[in-house]
C-alpha cells in the first residue's frame, strides 16, 4: 500500500536492515479525526518509504491490561540487542 492510503495517528519510523519499520496508533477508518478509544497498535514494513505492507497488528488491549483507553505514540527502540515499545495509556 502507498504512503497515502495509511490512516494512523502518531508515526514513529525505526531503520532496521535496510528496512523501514512504521509504528503508529490505530485509527479506526480513514473519517476519524481523532481515535480517542484506539485499543492498539500497527507497525507497516517498507524498503522505500513509499510502499509499505498492510498493517500488521503488534499490541491490542487485553484483559488485564492496567490501560483502558487512549492509546497512544507508540516508539520502538534497539537497546543491547533487543527491541522495546515505549507509548502512552489512560488507566
Excluded: C
Amino acid at each position: 500500500m502507498k504512503t497515502s492510503e495509511i490512516n494512523i495517528r502518531d508515526p514513529f519510523i525505526l531503520t532496521h536492515n535496510n528496512k523501514y519499520y512504521m509504528y503508529g496508533t490505530r485509527a479506526k477508518n480513514t473519517w476519524d479525526r481523532v481515535p480517542i478509544y484506539s485499543q492498539g497498535f500497527d507497525v507497516y514494513v517498507s524498503e522505500d518509504l513509499e510502499n509499505w505492507s498492510k498493517p500488521k497488528p503488534i499490541f491490542e488491549y487485553y484483559d488485564g491490561f492496567w490501560g483502558e483507553t487512549q492509546f497512544w505514540a507508540p516508539e520502538v527502540h534497539k537497546y543491547n540487542g533487543k527491541f522495546y515499545m515505549l507509548a502512552s495509556f489512560t488507566a
